[in-house]
């Protein structure tokens, strides 16, 4: 019975370890390298997870919103990968900086030229972005993510509030608030004027250090000096006193 009682609690451990050990769904997502400030500008990474132990994905495209188009899109070089990116007409032109933009990107697509994202791997892919939208809490991006067997899974599911995350959601860029700009300077001058009292201390404590060193180097001779003195004084006084017992 014992042996039994052990048999089968060897099996459910075993049984939480297949569960604990199983990977979790991942997907593709986007997310900012700091912070997405409404009305600002940013970098976000898209990050690619293979989800296929006999495939690599080869191609990844990204559809950007058109409720609040991006006029400005660069992205960085990525070894192995080809970048395009596609703009479109807009039909109601964007005021960016004083200036009139009739058009905006709708599209950017990597291509691998080489082995792509092999399995048990994942790939990021930046892009500066802006102006980000000030109306807005979110960016709803579409992605198409393709293997070289052919096979193509499109994340474009939008995320429904109250209800479970979709089979194949669609990445989203969340948007944080705006900062105060006049509040930031201020906090800044006063970080400023905070580094130079600290510097001012920071000098007068070293100056008082350096005195305080110098006393003491001098306050240590001194008293190496009559120590050295005292020592002779012991020395010749032990001297004459076994003279006088051996006169004695």
Known sequence: MKAFRTAAAGTVAASAVVVLSTPAFAHV?????GEAAKGGYATIDFKVPNERDNASTNKLEVNFPTDHPLASVSAQPVDGWTIKITKSKLAKPL???GEKIS???SKVTWTATGKGIEPGFFQKFPLSVGQL????DELVFKAIQTYDNKEVVRWIEPQEEGQEEPENPAPVLELTAASDEDGHHGSAAADSDSASDDSAKD???????TD????SDTTA???GVVGIVVGLAGVAYGVLAGRRRTNA
Do not use: W
């Open 221 to 223: 001779r001194v008293l």
């Open 203 to 209: 000098s007068t404590t070293a100056a008082a250090a």
């Open 95 to 97: 005021e960016v900086h």
């Open 133 to 136: 939208p000030e109306d807005a």
């Open 212 to 215: 305080g060193g110098d006393s």
């Open 29 to 33: 997502s986007v997310q900012p390298e």
């Open 103 to 105: 058009e905006a990107v």
